[in-house]
Structure formats: structure tokens, C-alpha cells
């Protein structure tokens, strides 16, 4: 049984296109994250949702919305996608905030993202 | 500054020996967990070793342990007996905060030579 899972596992697109990725979790975890490695597999945090509620937004761009319909879901939508968007892009999940720091995240298997 | 610092863009052992990947990190908050995860060439993120930050004992898994220097603020990974499966980009991140935001290291290239 996969713990993460991300759809599609590879996506490419042009420029300006709006694109969505998807991720589940079967593991009963409340919190839910978004990450995007870019080629110098820099991995940065973008996201984070507790039970449906946004607890984490880093500076990213408005273009980038995530959405949550329940704690075992998380999405991320691209609007007018850029070059700079190319990137590799993790979803993963972990037990409850306030404990969070005990806890490790466990990683969907990426979504490999390509604007041409 | 930097919250996870890995000094070590690449790294090289020969098999069968034993590696330390170094990381440093920043934080003024009294908990905190740092964790190394492994990722090779396949892209997946693979957990393997957790320390808190209250911990009194330094973690190990298997061949995994973990050197926890907390007046150093230091936390690294040691892998005895390297295999060649072992090659892989190392990743040391702290979590910290009610949120548990995660705050990732750049990674460490390690290439395991037969």
C-alpha cells in the first residue's frame, strides 16, 4: 500500500498553462506539506496544512494555491505557469503540529514538473 | 544565517568502510528534531534516523547512528559499513515550532567506491 501518493508523476507543459497536482495520504496523518526541489535539489518548503487549515505559507507566489478538501488530501494548483516553476515537486505528511518536531515526514515519490 | 548547514557537497568512501556526513544547524527554539533522510538517484525521500532535541542518547538504525553534539548544535550522520546501495544525496532537516516546519539542509553527495 503506497503512504503517499502523487498524481501524475511527470508533467510537462507550456509556458502559461494552469496545471494541478495531486497527493493522498493513507496514513491517518493530520498535517500535510507541499515541497519543491529545484534542479540543484535545493528542497524548499512551500506549504502546510492541519487538518484541512493552512499553518504554513512560505513566500511563494500568488500563482500557486493550494487546497485541502479533507486531512488525507492535499493539492497544489499553478496558475500561468513559468519556466522558473520547472522544478521537482514533494508532497508529504507527518503526525499532529505541537508534536511535530518528534515526528518524520514521510515523502510522496515527487512530481516531476516541465515548462517549456 | 542558515538553519541546517551541510559543509560537505560530496563525499567518497570505499566500501565496507564508515562515513560521517556533517550538519550544523540553528535554532533558538528548546524543541526541535532533527532528521537525515536519504535520496538516490530513483528521487524518492527515504527517512532514516531521528534525533530530539531532548534527547539524552545519540539515535541509531542499524548501520545509521547519529552524532548529536547539542552545545555544537551539530548532528551527524555516521553510516557504518558502507554499501554500494548507500550512494545517494543525504539530507539533514530540522523541524521546530508548533507547526513543525521543516527546514532542509542542501545536501550531501555520497558515492560509495567498490
Known amino acids: 500500500d503506497t503512504a503517499v501518493s502523487q498524481t501524475p508523476k511527470y508533467l510537462v507543459t507550456q509556458m502559461g498553462n494552469d496545471k494541478s497536482i495531486k497527493c493522498e495520504q493513507n496514513?491517518?496523518?493530520?498535517?500535510m506539506y507541499w515541497y519543491k526541489q529545484d534542479s540543484k535539489k535545493f528542497l524548499k518548503i512551500m506549504f502546510s496544512?492541519?487538518?484541512?487549515?493552512?499553518?504554513i505559507n512560505e513566500t511563494v507566489p500568488n500563482r500557486f494555491s493550494p487546497k485541502s478538501p479533507d486531512k488525507a488530501h492535499l493539492n497544489l494548483h499553478i496558475n500561468s505557469l513559468e519556466l522558473g516553476d520547472s522544478a521537482v515537486y514533494f508532497c508529504?505528511?507527518?503526525?499532529?503540529?505541537?508534536?511535530?518536531?518528534?515526528?518524520?515526514?514521510?515523502f510522496g515519490p515527487g512530481t516531476r514538473l516541465t515548462v517549456t | 544565517a542558515q538553519k541546517i548547514t551541510q559543509t560537505q557537497p560530496g563525499m567518497f568512501v570505499q566500501e565496507k568502510e564508515a562515513v560521517t556526513l556533517d550538519c550544523t544547524y540553528d535554532?533558538?527554539?528548546?524543541?526541535?528534531?532533527l532528521f537525515w533522510y536519504k535520496q538516490p538517484s530513483s528521487g524518492e525521500m527515504i527517512f532514516l534516523i531521528y534525533?530530539?532535541?531532548?534527547?539524552?542518547q545519540n539515535a541509531t538504525e542499524g548501520r545509521y547512528s547519529l552524532n548529536f553534539q547539542k552545545a555544537r548544535k551539530s548532528a551527524n550522520l555516521v553510516i557504518s559499513a558502507s554499501q554500494l546501495g548507500d550512494s545517494a544525496m543525504y539530507f539533514c532537516?530540522?523541524?521546530?515550532?508548533?507547526?513543525?516546519?521543516?527546514?532542509f539542509g542542501d545536501g550531501t553527495t555520497l558515492t560509495v567506491k567498490p
Open positions: 508529504a505528511s507527518s503526525q499532529l503540529p505541537g508534536l511535530a518536531a518528534r515526528y518524520e515526514q514521510y
Open positions: 496514513l491517518g496523518h493530520d498535517t
Open positions: 496544512y492541519n487538518n484541512k487549515e493552512l499553518i
Open positions: 535554532t533558538s527554539d528548546p524543541s526541535y528534531g
Open positions: 534525533q530530539g532535541s531532548y534527547d539524552q
Open positions: 532537516a530540522m523541524r521546530e515550532g508548533d507547526a513543525g516546519k521543516s527546514t
